[in-house]
């Protein structure tokens, strides 16, 4: 009975779906504005700046990344199938000789039904390589991330991402879907007592 009221009560609460995406079976190439990888159908990736997004692999990647060309102040847009609570990504292409030595940063922004709810940015180790990290957390139902300085000016890089990590936020039951559970419960609970 003890374990039939544990589930009852975990169900209710409602569940979360998490998902990584390495882009390490999605193939080579030029993809389309609306890409989505193979695994996960819960986001899909757009070039807010034209249509430049390829796959490859890249000195400045992790084994097959996703990029998005050209060098202009394009963004990658990410948007998913329902409300997201955090999201992390790793990084590359944060070149500092692009600009002078300059400090780079890079940038998440979420958005939920087209308003900012969230920015953040990390200071970019300016070495070039996928070896850094940046992760957001709120509701969210898009997300883009691009290269900047500090102050915000967007900067044409090349935006080269792989290794994202996002959570789709707990999905509540319907009221009534707690009574169901607990009632399914309890006739398991009956049957093993009359045996």
């Known amino acids: 009975m003890k ?7 975990s169900l209710a609460a409602g569940f979360a779906s998490a998902d990584f995406i390495d ?3 999605d193939g080579f190439g030029s993809v389309a504005n609306g890409f989505v990888s193979v695994d996960s159908a819960n986001v899909s990736f757009s070039d807010t700046f034209g249509a ?10 992790d084994g097959n990344s996703l990029a ?3 060098d202009d102040a394009s963004r ?5 199938s329902g409300t997201v609570s955090n999201l992390s990504l790793d990084f590359g292409n944060d070149d500092g000789g692009y600009v002078g030595g300059t400090p ?3 940038f998440l922004r979420g958005l939920l039904g087209g308003v900012e709810t969230a920015l953040v940015s990390i200071a970019a180790n300016n070495d070039d390589l996928m070896n850094q990290s940046i ?6 139902d898009q997300i883009e991330f691009y290269y900047a300085l500090s102050d915000g000016s967007e900067l044409g890089l090349i935006e080269v991402v792989d290794n994202i990590n996002f959570e789709m ?4 039951l319907p009221p009534g879907a707690f009574a169901g559970l607990a009632l399914l419960g309890g006739m398991g609970a009956y049957r093993r007592i009359r045996r």
């Open 52 to 61: 430049d997004l390829v796959l490859n692999v890249y000195p400045e990647g």
């Open 76 to 80: 990658l847009l990410m948007s998913f």
């Open 169 to 172: 936020a707990v999905v509540p």
């Open 135 to 140: 992760s957001i957390a709120g509701e969210f």
């Open 23 to 25: 882009f390490e079976n």
């Open 3 to 9: 374990k039939s009221v544990v589930v009852v009560l």
């Open 104 to 106: 780079i940063y890079a």
């Open 68 to 70: 998005v060309f050209d």
